[in-house]
């Protein structure tokens, strides 16, 4: 325990973040104080949401400044703790800092102890069994209000939340069919998590015909995490009372300035459709139900935690680039040993 | 009762639509068959989603084509009845064409025998009492579900269906915000009609700043008529968990082949926000409770039904062209005499 390694933010990035744009700084290990708990992390969580921090402008959050560590949810163990209900060797989750060392409070945010006595990899509480999972969850019930027969079309499929989604919406009886950046992708979706059908858009000239091919009576849910010209393409396939689950809109994460414009809303209206965006920490109702289901599934060994763990904390920010670049498939996880 | 004067298509508009895109014939007067009854009419309905129907491409229903009778709502009297339920002398609404007589039948849209006996002019019928009144209440309350204390913003809220919206949600408690296209327009929402602040925005530099400035804490419902520039304006400044009606877009009616993006949809997300697209006739269920307060509330003088009158069938496209260029105020109405 010599000292505790940081990443901070050297500069904002322009477009897709650069590992230069990140520096490794080391300080001396921090000490809790009164109602406090030192918790030494294993696992940083990958976030799309960490990009919108680094523009210096608040986005859900306060920007991360030039020099500030960087901000983002993390599964740790505890070491020492003057916080009552936790105790050394507990797991928790939370939203913390890229670093070795933590300095966790009942305020943190996202704080909770982990129940981690399933018999899965620890790894897989950061994705599919933790907000992940959950977000897909919620999307798909909360949100889009799936029913057995709906037709529903998932982009960044291969994705964190995305890959889950897909799982979920076939154990609900839906017909899934996932939007991907590559064919590796798109062959994991049909092979691996049993999507019915798989679409690589980079491949396809037009993706609003190929949406038509693959869905010919339309599409009853859109779970969109890319926003932009995807959700172009999807507006006018879309049936009657449509729900489109806004998730996320990664598109536009590395380019906040100047987002994708969207020229198919009026289908909104003649379609009559709803789209409804969402945070996972607004559905606290939904989350035991949603962890019963995910980890049961998990377990039964009806869900495939889609994951890609990379180590050493040196090399978060690369880890966090390739997951901006579009490079990485399912879970980006970052484990810090 | 010489002829059946009938208004046709005679060109597909380019934008804007023009009087000279349209002709009148004389024909001669319909006979009703076994089932069904002629009306004559008395008040068409003018209606932007007619605009629709003028490109040669299907819009919620079939295209009207070069040398069709303009298809459109219309109030009228019965003359002759084969149709059982219907005797001559009865009110009836129904999606007829701009034409002195039509046939109707038990297949004809939106069929209704209409209730006159409240003390109100028989043009009311044809808009706050009738559809356009009947749109803005199921939009505040199925759709957008206000409460007395929202912030409700309505855009072409000097418009038919904005007119009574404005005039239900200031009646429901809530604050209510106007938009509309001309100094005469705004002056009309909050001295006649009781809106609680109004914006003429070809007055204002930066639209969003103004809608800031009228709603410091934000707006909880917004009533959209519009879409395009002005729903990316409203986006911003709605409040977390806003909702979106999605009633009509009637910046791209007379473009629907480009219509105008919008780049702001990352706040559906960000706050969280419901945007939702209706039909008046996939809430037949709210109508009878809709239909008894519009009246009420009429009879009562508290909803002043703003229209305009046009009188003569062959003025009838003239009408028409000016509601697309936001030239009228209040519903537009055409007296058939």
């Not at 650069?18 to 001396?28: G, K, Q, R, T, V």
């Not at 380019?255 to 009559?272: E, G, I």
């Not at 945070?279 to 009806?302: C, E, I, N, V, Y």
Request: glycine residues 10%; charged residues 20%.
């Amino acid at each position: 325990m010599a000292s505790n390694r940081r990443i901070t933010l050297r500069a904002h990035p322009s477009g897709n973040p650069l590992p230069s744009d990140f520096s490794l700084i080391e300080e001396a290990v921090p000490q809790p104080g009164p109602g406090e708990m030192r918790v030494r992390n294993l696992y940083f969580s990958m976030e799309p949401a960490i990009r919108g921090w680094l523009d210096g402008k608040d986005n859900y959050f306060q920007a991360i400044p030039l020099g500030g560590v960087i901000r983002g949810p993390s599964l740790g163990i505890v070491e020492v703790s003057n916080l009552e209900g936790f105790k050394p060797g507990d797991h928790v989750w939370g939203l913390t800092h890229w670093e070795d060392y933590s300095i966790l409070s009942a305020e943190t945010i996202l704080l909770e102890r982990l129940d981690v006595s399933w018999n899965v990899p620890l790894s897989h509480y950061v994705g599919a069994l933790g907000p992940s999972g959950l977000t897909a969850y919620v999307g798909l019930h909360d949100v889009g209000r799936i029913k057995a027969g709906d037709t529903v079309v998932i982009s960044a499929a291969a994705g964190a939340v995305g890959s889950v989604a897909g799982q979920i919406a076939r154990l609900r009886g839906c017909r899934v069919v996932g939007l991907a950046g590559s064919a590796e992708k798109a062959a994991i979706l049909t092979e691996r998590l049993g999507f019915h059908a798989a679409i690589n858009y980079r491949a396809v000239g037009d993706l609003g015909a190929a949406i038509a091919d693959a869905c010919p009576d339309g599409v009853d849910v859109y779970f969109d995490n890319v926003g932009g010209r995807t959700l172009d393409a999807l507006l006018p396939r879309m049936r009657d009372f449509g729900r489109i689950i806004c998730c996320g809109m990664i598109s536009d994460y590395n380019n906040q300035a100047s987002p994708t414009p969207v020229h198919n809303l009026w289908q909104v209206v003649a379609k009559q459709l709803t789209m409804r965006g969402f945070l996972l920490f607004s559905h606290m109702d939904t989350l035991p139900q949603a962890r019963h289901d995910l980890h049961q599934w998990a377990a039964d060994g009806k869900l495939v935690a889609l994951e890609n763990v990379t180590h050493g904390i040196a090399n978060a920010p690369d880890s966090f680039c390739r997951l901006m670049a579009g490079e990485t498939i399912g879970k980006t996880v970052l484990a810090v040993d």
